[in-house]
């Protein structure tokens, strides 16, 4: 076990989720203990959020360090139980900078309410948030996967569906995965996946 509390890269990066937290927080998209938060630190090591936190009252504290199988390396540190679908992430995109995870009412009712493998999204401007995308007209599908408490036998299962446009994922009845290339781009990917999501939610609730 190692500390890090004094490892400036450690100190930027939970910083980094301390922002995210508070921001996804006024959004109302990690609920009670809900949601986790992770930044690569470097080909080996991830910092994330320990499990049980509100990530609105995030301080450096209430963040860790675990390896890309998701073991511990902060002394008495307990990671989310999700970390591994983080770091099955990091794992398969060795550019990928951070992960982040949310519960909010959009995607878990959509989730619920859509039918099928993915959910399509066509026409939307902000697709262009996306990165790699450059028009209105793309046709994209998220990835809609059915929950698990098995971990590791739902990140083999993600691992099949990660490479169509869209940087993120939905489970089912549980919320969104997004990530990016560092923290900023990260929280633009999860910002315009939620602002779709609520779009298709909302289209669904007046027609």
Known sequence: MTAYNADPSFQHAADQIVAIGQR???????????????VRLDAERIAITRSGGRKGFLTREGVMVVDLHGASLTEGGRPSAETGLHCQIYRAFPDVGAVLHGHSIAATVLSRVVEGDGIVLSGYEM??????????????????LDNDQDIDRL????????????????LRGHGVYAWGRDADQALMHLEALEFLLDCEFQARKIN
């Open 24 to 38: 996804m927080d006024r959004f109302g998209w990690v609920p009670s203990v809900g949601g986790n938060i992770s």
């Open 127 to 144: 697709i262009k948030a996306f990165a790699g995308q450059t028009t209105h007209e793309a046709r994209v599908v998220v990835p809609l």
């Open 155 to 170: 990140s083999g299962i993600v691992a099949g569906r990660l490479n169509g446009p869209v940087p993120g994922y939905v």
